[in-house]
Structure formats: structure tokens, C-alpha cells
């Protein structure tokens, strides 16, 4: 039996929703209806005060299709992962991250450098910059993945993150990155909010038809 499955989606994401009312109010033709709108000021709000970013991100990345584990340390998700790989069929596993080889040292779990695009079910295991609460999405660059390869050639993606990587918004990960790369900035940096979507077969919606099939976040507490 899989580990991984996804439920089945709302019709109608949150953003979807914000479209259709700009929509509308566009079509109402009321010029005033925005006139109160400050743009200097984040309009993001957890979806309960007292829950904060972390629970709103983890409502958010669900809601995309992304399936979420919590782990309490790096023993438990290292145990974790040996059952993962063998009822998945995780092998081999993939990574190109020094922190994933920093993680599974002496774990007796092997990780292979080898993307070939023409192996199928690449599974692939990276850890992030940083978990944006309000969009649901993670933001990884070719620096932390060791390789492009890590994120675009993944039919599975797993991400490794900790609790002191979610940030509120967008400008907070923009932030992050500018501060962290001061000297050197990464060749490529990308933004993964759901497994790829396309509607260009039949007109019909098909997950993973170009790319990531399937993402999972463990987010694991650390010392």
C-alpha cells in the first residue's frame, strides 16, 4: 500500500475565489470600490490570530495538493523514511543537497546524484530556503538543492524543512534570501506551490502530466 496519496481538490482555491471578486468588482465598473486599499500595508492574515504562520501554512500546502508530515526529531524521520522507501519503492532516492547528506550520514540510507531524465519515477529529496505560510509554497534555489536537476527532473519531490523556516509572506522570503545571499546569489530560484498542473490534453486537468507529480514536506523539528 502507497504512504503518499492526494484527496480530491477544492473546486475553488482561495486564490481562485480573490479572482472572482476582483472580477466582479471590475464588471460593477465602481471606481471607488478600492479608494480605502493601502499598498504599503500586508493584507495577510493567519487564517486564526492565535494559530499564526504555522498552521496557516500547513492549511495552505494541503490545500494545494502537497501532503504534509510532521516529525518531532531527526531519528524519528530518519526511521520513518527507511519504511517510507521500502513500501514506496523510493529507490534509488536522489539528492544533490549537502544538507540531505549532513542528514542521512551514517542512517544506512543511500542517496544517488543521478537525475537521468530517461529513468521514470525520479524520487528526489531536497531541503528548502524557506516555507511561505500565506501562498502554501516553498522556495528552493539551485544553491540549497545542489542542483537544478533536484527540483525540475523530480516526478516525486520531497522537501526536508524545519519550523523556524516558514515565514507570512512573500516579501518576508525575499528578505531572507537577500540577507542570506549577500556575496553570491543562486543562478536560479523557484517558487513550488503544488504538483504541475496542465489542461492541454483534451482540455482536461491532469496532475503531474509535465513534471512534479507528486510533493511531500517533512517538517522535522531540530535541534
Known amino acids: 500500500m502507497k504512504i503518499f496519496s492526494f484527496g480530491n481538490l477544492s473546486e475553488r482555491t482561495n486564490k481562485e475565489q480573490i479572482l472572482a471578486k476582483v472580477r466582479e468588482a471590475v464588471m460593477a465598473k465602481d471606481e471607488n470600490l478600492f479608494k480605502d486599499v493601502n499598498m504599503q500595508v500586508d493584507t495577510w492574515t493567519p487564517f486564526k490570530e492565535e494559530d499564526g504562520a504555522d498552521f496557516t501554512f500547513v492549511e495552505r500546502f494541503k ?4 501532503i504534509f508530515i510532521y516529525f518531532e526529531s531527526k531519528e524519528s524521520f530518519l526511521e520513518a523514511m527507511k519504511q517510507y522507501i521500502v513500501e514506496n519503492q523510493w529507490q534509488p532516492l536522489c539528492s544533490t543537497s549537502m544538507k540531505m547528506e549532513a542528514v542521512f550520514k551514517d542512517s544506512g540510507i543511500e542517496l544517488s ?3 537521468t531524465t530517461k529513468r521514470k519515477n525520479i524520487v528526489s529529496i531536497t531541503d ?11 522556495v528552493v534555489t539551485d544553491a540549497c538543492a545542489g ?3 533536484a527540483y525540475s527532473n523530480a516526478d516525486t519531490l520531497l ?11 512573500m516579501k518576508d ?3 531572507l534570501l537577500k540577507e542570506k545571499y549577500k556575496n553570491r546569489k543562486p543562478t536560479e530560484t523557484v517558487i513550488i506551490s ?5 489542461t492541454e ?17 517533512f517538517l522535522v523539528e531540530e535541534e
Open 63 to 66: 490545500e494545494n495538493g502537497g
Open 194 to 198: 503544488s504538483p504541475t498542473r496542465s
Open 113 to 115: 546524484r543521478d537525475y
Open 147 to 149: 542542483s537544478r536537476a
Open 159 to 169: 522537501i526536508y524543512a524545519s519550523p523556524s523556516q516558514i515565514v507570512a509572506s
Open 173 to 175: 522570503a525575499i528578505k
Open 128 to 138: 528548502c530556503e524557506c516555507l511561505i505560510a500565506h501562498t502554501g509554497s516553498v
Open 201 to 217: 490534453i483534451e482540455n482536461q486537468l491532469v496532475i503531474g502530466a509535465q513534471g512534479i507529480r507528486q510533493i511531500a514536506l
